[in-house]
């Protein structure tokens, strides 16, 4: 997943402040993600819960950044170009919002103040599961960049540019 991000990041890096902004955000979640992922003891509830709680702590913020910023702008050019962006959108919008439902479920799981270790180990699948939706995510959220923003960027005026 970190290498898609480089990737990402060297297609895309300069195009929007806020796409690299989002991008920065994207590899902060996998490092937090992996972080998590990586847990094998659970003795020290506390400290465990303080890791998920900062992954979705970072889950939710990307998330929403992609909802309420990223998505609202590619939406907004593919308006603005009408060129077959809004019939891509309508594909591949709807799993974009499965996977939203799923990231904000895992963090509903949270919720409660404390947690028993095997509270905390039962986490485990579904955070495994929230990976795989995570990375069918980024692929979509790359294509989405790819198809909706980067063939107009020479057509658009950034705020840099002008």
């Known amino acids: 997943m970190l290498e898609n991000v480089q990737s990402a990041r060297e297609r895309w890096g300069g195009v929007s402040d806020l ?3 989002w991008l920065r955000e994207r590899q902060d ?18 400290a465990v819960r303080a ?26 050019e593919a308006k603005e170009f009408d060129d077959g962006g809004m019939e891509l959108v309508a ?8 996977i939203t439902e799923v990231a904000l479920s895992f963090n509903d799981r949270l919720s409660g103040n404390a947690m028993t270790a095997e509270e905390l180990e039962a986490l485990m699948e579904p955070l495994s599961h929230l990976g795989e939706q995570l ?14 923003h980067n063939v107009h960027a020479d057509k658009m005026i950034s705020p840099s540019s002008a």
Do not use: M
């Open 135 to 148: 990375e069918t995510r980024f692929e979509l959220e790359d294509f989405l960049i790819e198809h909706l």
């Open 91 to 98: 594909k591949v919008y709807p799993k974009l919002e499965e």
């Open 51 to 76: 890791r998920f709680v900062a992954l979705c702590d970072v889950l939710v913020d990307y998330v929403s950044a992609g909802h309420f910023e990223v998505y609202e702008q590619l939406i907004q």
């Open 19 to 21: 796409i690299d902004r």
């Open 29 to 46: 979640l996998i490092v937090k993600f992996c972080d998590v992922s990586g847990t094998t003891e659970f003795s020290d509830t506390g």
